[in-house]
């Protein structure tokens, strides 16, 4: 479902990554380790069509990376969920508009928003919240409403950059344990982390990188 085929990419300013192969099959969940600066957002920024490699190619799905249309650029994305580190909110919207943002751009009617935003707030158990902003929420539940939003129009792969990196050891484990129940469900999910110890009691198959260049491959 996901091939990292020969993929080099570099910046202006010199970073980047070079050579980087693997592949990631529909299901999976998958770390991506490294300090920062190795180039772990970058490549998360490849799978969601955001940057393109310089050689090489990306595929996520029936896209790739050399061939595909700017046209084709929101079919591909409504089959990928990103989630951010600083969540990526709407201050100005209420956590059940947040959620329902993806849905609104794609077109869904408004029985199905309803449905679906309800059904996924449920998941993350942010239903009591559904009329909170943003700015009345902690850090915890802002990831979940990110995480929502992601996962609220059911896609092949969740990108988790960095997902727990704001928050306490006790919520990120939290928010560690709700990634692996979206997995649970099918949804590939590949997250990239430089908290080793967050990781190591929810083993899974690990990439490691490196100043942008693959350092192998850990089996759980």
Same mark, same amino acid.
């Given at each position: 479902?996901?091939? *990292?085929? &020969?993929?080099? +990419?570099?910046? $202006? #300013?010199?970073?980047?990554?070079?050579?980087?192969?693997?592949? !990631?099959?529909? @299901?999976?969940?998958?770390?991506?380790?490294?300090?920062?600066?190795?180039?772990?957002?970058?490549?998360?920024?490849?799978?969601?069509?955001?940057?393109?490699?310089?050689?090489?190619?990306?595929?996520?799905?029936?896209?790739?990376?050399?061939?595909?249309?700017?046209?084709?650029?929101?079919?591909?994305?409504?089959?990928?969920?990103?989630? *951010?580190? &600083?969540?990526? +909110?709407?201050? $100005? #919207?209420?956590?059940?508009?947040?959620?329902?943002?993806?849905? !609104?751009?794609? @077109?869904?009617?408004?029985?199905?928003?309803?449905?679906?935003?309800?059904?996924?707030?449920?998941?993350?158990?942010?239903?009591?919240?559904?009329?909170?902003?943003?700015?009345?929420?902690?850090?915890?539940?802002?990831?979940?409403?990110?995480?929502?939003?992601?996962?609220?129009?059911?896609?092949?792969?969740?990108?988790?950059?960095?997902?727990?990196?704001?928050?306490?050891?006790?919520?990120?484990?939290?928010?560690?344990?709700?990634?692996?129940?979206?997995?649970?469900?099918?949804?590939?999910?590949?997250?990239?982390?430089?908290?080793?110890?967050?990781?190591?009691?929810?083993?899974?198959?690990?990439?490691?990188?490196?100043?942008?260049?693959?350092?192998?491959?850990?089996?759980?």
């Amino acid at each position: 479902m996901i091939s *990292f085929k &020969d993929v080099s +990419l570099r910046y $202006d #300013r010199g970073a980047g990554v070079k050579n980087i192969n693997f592949q !990631v099959q529909r @299901g999976e969940f998958v770390y991506l380790i490294g300090p920062s600066g190795a180039g772990k957002s970058t490549l998360l920024r490849m799978l969601y069509m955001d940057i393109f490699p310089n050689t090489g190619y990306v595929e996520v799905d029936q896209f790739n990376s050399n061939t595909i249309k700017r046209r084709q650029i929101p079919k591909l994305r409504q089959k990928v969920g990103m989630i *951010f580190q &600083d969540y990526k +909110l709407l201050n $100005d #919207r209420d956590v059940f508009q947040n959620v329902a943002l993806p849905l !609104v751009v794609m @077109g869904a009617s408004r029985r199905d928003i309803d449905r679906r935003v309800t059904k996924t707030l449920e998941e993350v158990g942010l239903t009591h919240r559904k009329h909170y902003f943003p700015g009345e929420l902690s850090g915890g539940e802002q990831q979940r409403v990110s995480i929502a939003r992601a996962i609220a129009k059911d896609p092949l792969v969740l990108l988790a950059d960095e997902p727990t990196g704001n928050l306490d050891y006790g919520v990120a484990q939290e928010i560690l344990n709700l990634l692996w129940r979206v997995n649970a469900k099918g949804t590939a999910v590949f997250m990239a982390t430089h908290n080793i110890e967050l990781i190591k009691n929810r083993p899974a198959r690990t990439f490691r990188l490196s100043h942008g260049e693959f350092k192998g491959e850990l089996l759980p």
